[in-house]
């Protein structure tokens, strides 16, 4: 089966048939909302929306580890984790869709890890490739047979959010190294490394970072329209991404 998480906007799949929902318990606490499941284009499927219903838990409220548990239980293998993103470079476009491939973690108090505790042992996660190199290639394929435009390598910087992000700090993440910056891969992808799912994600460019171009301040208006005009493609792509 696969997994679809969902961010910014996206509280469904519009495509999905034969839909029930299902409430599944976990160690860790209650998931973000029910799990939808359904088939997309024939294909077994799981979404969840990591915002909850009505968009309400911000990036550091999340229970990441009690979804992404949830989605191992219902038998997920494959996650395709949507999100929204800032730009730090100029040639990364407002509207372009992007697969990132590797992270910089900037969050601080988000429960990362299962193995903790005096009855968990410690488990050292290899990091070096935290997505799925096949679950990857195959979103840039479905974006490419679409003919849309999409970026195939980018360094993700994951803030605590909800708020944006200073000018300052843009710049020191950008010579971290990082491209694009977001609020909710890690420790999804962390937690998904750990229990062995395959994980890899979209996102959408949403908007230039603080200091950007010649952005002078950021227009929510005009990001939440951007997004919701993005969303369809998203669509577009994970209907083709199923099939692959």
Same mark, same amino acid.
């Given at each position: ?15 999905? +048939?034969?839909?029930?929902?299902? %409430? /599944?318990? $976990?160690?860790?606490? @209650?998931?973000?909302? *029910?799990?939808?499941?359904?088939? =997309? ?47 730090f470079l100029e040639?990364?476009q407002p509207g372009?869709?992007?697969?990132p491939h590797d ?12 193995? +903790?505790?005096?009855?968990?042992? %410690? /488990?050292? $996660?290899?990091?070096? @490739?935290?997505?799925? *190199?096949?679950?990857?290639?195959? =979103? ?87 997004? @919701? ?8 792509? =994970? ?6």
């Open positions: 089966m696969l997994g679809i998480i969902a961010g910014s906007g996206l509280q469904r799949l519009n495509h999905l +048939e034969n839909v029930r929902r299902e %409430i /599944v318990r $976990t160690p860790f606490g @209650e998931t973000s909302c *029910a799990i939808t499941l359904g088939q =997309l284009a024939g294909v077994d499927v799981a979404f969840l929306n990591r915002h909850g219903y009505g968009h309400t838990l911000a990036p550091h409220q999340i229970n990441y580890r009690a979804n992404i548990w949830a989605l191992q239980k219902i038998g997920v293998q494959t996650v395709c984790a949507v999100g929204s993103t800032g730009s040639s990364i372009q869709l992007i697969v992270i910089l973690d900037y969050t601080q108090g988000r429960a990362n890890t299962y193995f +903790e505790g005096p009855d968990h042992p %410690i /488990v050292y $996660t290899d990091m070096s @490739e935290p997505f799925d *190199a096949v679950i990857r290639a195959n =979103l840039i394929a479905a974006a490419q047979k679409l003919q849309l435009p999409v970026v195939t390598e980018a360094v993700y910087a994951c803030t605590n959010g909800p708020r944006l992000e200073t000018r300052a700090e843009v710049r020191r993440m950008a010579s971290d190294g990082a491209q694009v910056v977001g609020m909710t891969l890690v420790p999804e992808v962390i937690l998904a490394k750990e229990i062995g799912l395959n994980y890899a994600a979209i996102t959408v460019c949403t908007n230039y970072a603080a200091g950007v171009g010649d952005t002078q301040a950021h227009d929510l208006h005009q990001w939440r329209a951007l997004r @919701e005009q993005s969303l369809t493609r998203v669509e577009q792509l =994970l209907l083709q991404w199923v099939t692959l």
